[in-house]
């Protein structure tokens, strides 16, 4: 998949900023890179890892943290995702963790 190419769009800064909304929603412990590390933005010089920006969309991939409402966590995603992006948002939940503090 190609990463999308929407005329002025600034996609590492969309990349990170995407990242950053994820991380900040209550129950997701981290990204994920997806099974063989495939789900990610590559950028010259390095890749952020679990968000993928598509000309079919953008997918998000993450682990969250036990006890974590997974239907949840995965609308609260889509919800701040699509207020960043243009076209749907595909929330891929990998894994369920232990977070440090439990």
Request: net charge negative.
């Amino acid at each position: 998949m190609s990463v999308n190419s929407t005329p002025g769009r600034d996609e590492p800064e969309l990349a990170d900023t995407v990242a950053h909304a994820v991380l900040a929603v209550d129950g997701v412990a981290e990204l994920h890179g997806g099974i063989f590390g495939e789900a990610a933005t590559y950028l010259p010089g390095r890749r952020v890892s679990g968000i993928r920006l598509t000309d079919a969309g953008t997918e998000v991939h993450v682990s969250l943290a036990l006890g974590t409402s997974i239907r949840t966590a995965a609308d609260d995603i889509r919800t701040a995702v699509a207020a960043l992006v243009p076209g749907p948002v595909h929330v891929i939940v990998e894994d369920v963790i232990r977070s440090a503090a439990t």
